[in-house]
Structures are given as structure tokens and as C-alpha cells.
């Protein structure tokens, strides 16, 4: 089975803090994703990444930042962190082409 | 772009008995997820369709693919409490190579026992 462990399931920060979530996979999965989920809006891409080093910019990148070092780990970054971005984040992975993506256990982040 | 539309958006059944929950698209599907959620967790894999008429189950829930490739139903039989939760269907985003999902709104399910 898949294995995609998320660092964090309650996460707690204030008001312009750095925040990094942490997303690592034990597949040797070429893609990984970074979404939010947010009552109402459904799940937002915000970025992706199809290889080490390598990322696109998904529906909703602003604020954020990503960086993968390494093909297992996938981070997310808010630079500043703000209220509005108070919601839960999902990582998840897939090898290739016509295949699932796999999701982790997710990241409830409040900012106060 | 394209946008899947799921129904219903809710929807309480008694346990025992059978639900569908369809989504559909506004473009050909060239692979279509499902996935469920609870709570406050990720999204578990449920099945993948890519042909046309292509049905699959697991244990007690089966999805289909319509034979023109735009709309997918997923239908529980005899429901149980532990099929609540939301119900998201996903899809290749071909304008982004399939290295995309786009996804449905999701359906709540509750079962009332």
C-alpha cells in the first residue's frame, strides 16, 4: 500500500510566522501535490511537482512556496503566514499517467 | 476547463438501504476516481474507471462509466454506517497532460441507523 504521512494532523500558528508542512512518501512516486480544503470551495491545487527540483504552480499559488530536495519529501511553505490561510491541507502522490492519486491524513492549520 | 458536477450535494438514507450519487462532466472523461473522506481526513482511493461502460465493485460499492465517457455513478447497496462520509469524484485534467485532477464538489452521505 501507498504510504503518504503527513507531519502534522493540528497545526496552531500566528499571524506572519513561516510555516512549513511536511509531506513524505515511501512509493518513489514521481508526482506530488499540495491542495487546501475549505467548506464550500472543495479542494484547490496550490502546487505540484512531477519531479526533484521541479515544481508548477497549481490554481492557487499565491502565498505560498514549495520545495522538493529530495524525490520522497515534499514541503509547503507560507512565507507569511495569514488568517486566510486557516484550512486543511491534503499532500498527495501518484507515479504516472492514468494513475490515483494518493492522499495523506492531512494538515488542519489554524492561524491566529 | 473542466468541471464536475456531482449530485446530490447531501443526501440521509436509512441504513439498509441502496443511494447513487452521479457526476457528471462537461468534458470527455479519460479517467475517473472516486475517492471517499471523513471527517477531518484525507481522501481514501476508492476505484478508477477509463472505458467506456466500464464497471467496477468493492464489496458493497459500484462505479460506472457511461458508454459515451461524461458521466459516472457510484451506487452503495444496503448501506451502513460506516459508508458515511463525503464522496468526491476526480478526473484527469487533459489540459494539463492528465497530471491534473480535477475534482467534484463531493457528496455528503449520512446513514441513519
Known amino acids: 500500500d501507498v504510504k503518504v504521512t503527513q507531519s502534522s494532523r493540528y497545526l496552531v500558528k500566528r499571524t506572519g510566522e513561516k510555516v512549513f508542512l511536511e509531506c513524505v512518501q515511501d512509493m518513489d512516486h514521481e508526482n506530488m501535490f499540495w491542495y487546501r480544503q475549505d467548506p464550500g470551495l472543495g479542494l484547490r491545487l496550490i502546487y505540484f511537482s512531477y519531479d526533484v527540483k521541479m515544481k508548477e504552480k497549481g490554481d492557487i499559488p499565491e502565498g505560498y512556496s514549495v520545495s522538493r530536495e529530495k524525490k520522497e519529501r515534499f514541503s509547503l511553505i507560507l512565507e507569511s503566514a495569514s488568517t486566510n490561510q486557516t484550512s486543511m491541507y491534503l499532500c498527495?502522490?501518484?507515479?504516472?499517467?492514468?494513475?490515483?492519486?494518493?492522499f495523506g491524513d492531512g494538515t488542519r492549520l489554524s492561524i491566529l | 476547463s473542466q468541471e464536475l458536477e456531482q449530485s446530490p450535494q447531501s443526501l440521509i438514507v436509512q441504513e439498509g438501504k441502496n443511494l447513487t450519487i452521479n457526476c457528471t462532466s462537461s468534458k470527455t472523461l479519460y479517467g475517473l476516481y472516486w475517492y471517499k473522506q471523513k471527517y477531518g481526513e484525507g481522501l481514501i482511493f476508492l476505484m478508477m474507471?477509463?472505458?467506456?461502460?466500464e464497471e467496477k465493485s468493492h464489496e458493497k460499492i459500484t462505479a460506472k462509466l457511461d458508454e459515451k465517457k461524461q458521466q459516472s455513478s457510484l451506487h452503495i447497496t444496503a448501506s451502513q454506517p460506516s459508508h458515511a462520509g463525503i464522496y468526491l469524484c476526480g478526473a484527469d485534467d487533459i489540459m494539463e497532460y492528465g497530471n491534473k485532477l480535477v475534482f467534484g464538489a463531493g457528496t455528503i452521505l449520512r446513514v441513519k441507523s
Open positions: 498527495a502522490t501518484k507515479t504516472g499517467l492514468n494513475q490515483p492519486q494518493h
Open positions: 474507471l477509463q472505458k467506456g461502460g
